[in-house]
């Protein structure tokens, strides 16, 4: 495809830059295992060849799906909104993803070892730029009690925070140009949890001016949640804490937790920026009020009761 059916492709499904440069990458790839770009000569024989090569490459699984998906993608808008093509010629090659090294949820061990961390039991804030001042004491907390990504917590604005029906929320979006999600259902708001506002997390709120909520905190390449995360990875490590447990696992333990206690699988999608399963009309007309979404919230256990209140 040319560069402008791929701009009108990336217009006309919203797509976000860091999926646009994903998406040429994989064309890119494409090109080059096959030599052609042209749509006439793209055919099934050599979308099963480009699935054999891919798997053959030092990326995972889960990459290598992704990439073929990539290139799909953009054949069904050749196909059904272009009509360039009369179907899909890859329609059906699929490439099976396996996870390598499975994410766990945060054992109350490891919870432990994290949140014994002078940080939070002293209010040591670190010295190290990529921590981000209070970043480092507030974003695990954040990610703990909302199952919300590293990404979409370290950009954060002050305006993101807002007391609504007497509920406190946060507000996950891409209202700022510097703000991204990953995707449309990823558009959400969140309740604080009770044991954010006992630490103090409005007291710090109330402290910051307009702006990032976390004013500290380093962008790397543009993005807000870069240098975190590779702080975050850095701290775990030296707390000896497996990699397959990281701040991605406060998601999985978020949605372990909130189904334990028999929270509604449309609550807990809902919550954590999940597209719903069912019909139509119950991804479209379900909405919870904040006090239901509050109470939900608030079931997920309080495993930080004796660290340190947040002291401005």
Known sequence: MCSSDL????????????????????????????????????????????????????????????????VKSLLNYACDDLELLPKNPWRGLDIRAHTEAPRQPWSDEFLNKLFSHPIWTEGLIPKDTKAGGSAAYWIPLLGLYSGARSSELCQLQKDDIKKESGVWM???????????????????????????????????????????????????????????????????TQLGIPFSTNFHSFRHSTRTNLVRVGVAETVIDKLLGHSSTGSIGAKVYTHFSNHKLQEAINNLPTTTAGIKQYQP
């Open 7 to 70: 701009k009108r492709w990336k217009e006309a499904n919203r797509i976000s830059d860091d999926s646009a440069r994903a998406c040429l990458r994989a064309i890119q790839l494409f090109d080059a295992f096959s030599g052609t770009a042209m749509l006439s000569q793209i055919n099934r024989d050599k979308g099963d060849k480009f699935r054999s090569w891919l798997q053959q490459q030092p990326t995972s699984s889960k990459t290598a799906r992704d990439r073929l998906v990539w």
């Open 170 to 236: 946060m507000k996950i979006n891409n209202g700022d140009p510097n703000q991204r999600i990953k995707t449309q259902a990823a558009r959400r708001i969140i309740p604080l949890h009770d044991e954010l506002l006992r630490l103090g997390f409005i007291r710090y709120w109330d402290s910051i001016e307009q702006g990032s909520l976390w004013p500290k905190l380093p962008k790397r390449k543009g993005k807000a949640g870069g240098y975190f995360s590779q702080y975050f990875s850095e701290l775990r």
